[in-house]
Nanobody
Framework: QVQMVESGGGLVQPGGSLGLSCTASGSIFRINAMGWYRQAPEKERELVASITSGGSTNYADSVKGRFTIARDNVKNTAHLQMNGLNPEDTAVYYC?????????????WGQGTQVTVSS
């Protein structure tokens, strides 16, 4: 089993910044992609950002230029820096990690953390 621990999030005013962190531990063979999804009330979960073990990144169009994802492959930790936040960014953010093994790949999820952007 792989355990995922998220930290960060909270309440911030429009235009402000927040950082999220996520660490994978336990029975890790090889962490391939890591990233975050978010889900706002009455909306579907959407991919926010992802990063491969080689450092290739992918962002939702709505966050490009404002959010930056990075990772530490040695510590199996990812970080999402969110700048220029607006109320539309309000959601529960879930990190994930794809653990690859000779038997296949499994996705593990964090517990979710609330991000609220409001004045």
């Amino acid at each position: 089993q792989v355990q995922m621990v998220e930290s960060g999030g909270g309440l911030v005013q429009p235009g402000g910044s927040l950082g999220l962190s996520c660490t994978a531990s336990g029975s890790i063979f090889r962490i391939n992609a890591m990233g975050w999804y978010r889900q706002a009330p009455e909306k579907e979960r959407e991919l926010v950002a992802s990063i491969t073990s080689g450092g290739s990144t992918n962002y939702a169009d709505s966050v490009k230029g404002r959010f930056t994802i990075a990772r530490d492959n040695v510590k199996n930790t990812a970080h999402l820096q969110m700048n220029g936040l607006n109320p539309e960014d309000t959601a529960v953010y879930y990190c994930y990690a794809d653990n690859g093994s000779p038997f296949g790949q499994a996705r593990y999820w964090g517990q979710g953390t609330q991000v609220t952007v409001s004045s």
